[in-house]
């Protein structure tokens, strides 16, 4: 199949296979910077968390005005 | 609700991209003269449109910020480039990926691209400006004006490649460049999952934001004691 392929395109073996490897590595990156994002996302989300948490300890302890 | 809402979205884009996927890989044919590496246009491509789309909202939304004074446009705005910014990220890195094989060079100073790296290096000014003001109103007012101007660059990258002669493929969208049925729908088949996927992490990071909003009233409240 892949030998017919590579016939098909006119591309040799090792050219075919280095456009392989090159379209795992594009899909790879593309979801890659998207998880990236996803992690700064959760990262941020458990700061926030704690900061708000923080914060509302801050204004219990002080209590009523 | 939000919650629940995210999580059908982030289904439903999975199977979508899933069921995608396997067609990309295993049923289309390879394209004639570039092989296989061709496929990459069906990620390029829509994570292209998605930035587009999300920094086209974040300038409506700084209008509206300008006009209503609502944070909430100003949360979304952020919300939105930043997701963009990622987006954005995903294709000048995909593209560099094909260039390789393509044009055997990483990268050139062409229109297209040069205009795309402009765009996103004024968009991830946005995002540091918005972290170098810290009194809530002036960072609104001055981040939303620069969305507004960096928008000015979408237009110029989007019709870069018909003003100038670059070294970018012709559209295929919108003329010049050819790309048969087959191809044609996969492309907008996959944009839908990724639409999806911009709009859940667009939710999560407006979260964030009201979630910002919180403990800037905390920390008001705190400082008032």
Do not use: C
């Given at each position: 199949m892949i030998a017919m392929l590579v016939q098909t395109a006119g591309f040799t073996p090792e050219q075919y296979k280095n456009n392989f490897v090159f379209l795992f590595y594009g899909l790879l990156t593309a979801w890659l910077v998207l998880l990236a994002f996803v992690v700064l996302l959760a990262a941020r989300e458990r700061k926030l968390k704690s900061e708000i948490e923080r914060l509302r300890l801050m204004l219990e302890d002080r209590g009523p005005r | 609700m939000r919650d629940k809402t995210i999580m059908v979205l982030s289904l439903l884009a999975a199977v979508m991209f899933a069921g995608n996927l396997a067609i990309i890989l295993l049923v289309l044919p390879d394209e004639v003269s570039q092989g296989p590496i061709?496929?990459?246009?069906?990620?390029?491509?829509?994570?292209?449109?998605?930035?587009?789309?999300?920094?086209?909202?974040?300038?409506?939304?700084?209008?509206?910020?300008?006009?209503?004074?609502?944070?909430?446009?100003?949360?979304f705005a952020a919300a939105a480039t930043e997701v963009g910014l990622a987006f954005g990220a995903a294709n000048l890195l995909?593209?560099?990926?094909?260039?390789?094989?393509?044009?055997?060079?990483?990268?050139?100073?062409?229109?297209?691209?040069?205009?795309?790296?402009?765009?996103?290096?004024?968009?991830?000014?946005?995002?540091?400006l918005r972290r170098a003001i810290e009194e809530p109103t002036e960072r609104?007012?001055?981040?939303?004006?620069v969305s507004i101007l960096a928008f000015a660059d979408v237009p110029i990258i989007f019709w870069s490649?018909?003003?100038?002669?670059?070294?970018?493929?012709?559209?295929?969208?919108?003329?010049?460049?050819?790309?048969?049925?087959?191809?044609?729908?996969?492309?907008?088949?996959?944009?839908?999952?990724?639409?999806?996927?911009?709009?859940?992490?667009?939710?999560?990071?407006?979260?964030?934001?009201?979630?910002?909003?919180?403990?800037?009233?905390?920390?008001?409240e705190v400082h008032a004691f």
């Open positions: - | 061709f496929r990459i246009i069906f990620f390029h491509v829509p994570v292209a449109w998605t930035a587009f789309v999300l920094f086209f909202a974040a300038m409506i939304s700084s209008i509206l910020f300008l006009v209503r004074k609502d944070f909430k446009y100003d949360s995909t593209g560099m990926i094909w260039g390789r094989i393509i044009w055997g060079i990483w990268w050139t100073w062409d229109a297209r691209l040069t205009s795309m790296l402009v765009g996103w290096i004024i968009y991830a000014g946005y995002v540091m609104a007012r001055m981040s939303a004006v490649i018909k003003w100038w002669r670059t070294q970018h493929p012709q559209p295929v969208v919108y003329g010049g460049g050819f790309l048969s049925p087959g191809y044609w729908y996969m492309l907008f088949l996959n944009w839908i999952p990724i639409l999806l996927l911009g709009v859940v992490l667009l939710l999560l990071r407006m979260r964030q934001e009201q979630t910002g909003r919180e403990i800037d009233a905390l920390r008001r």
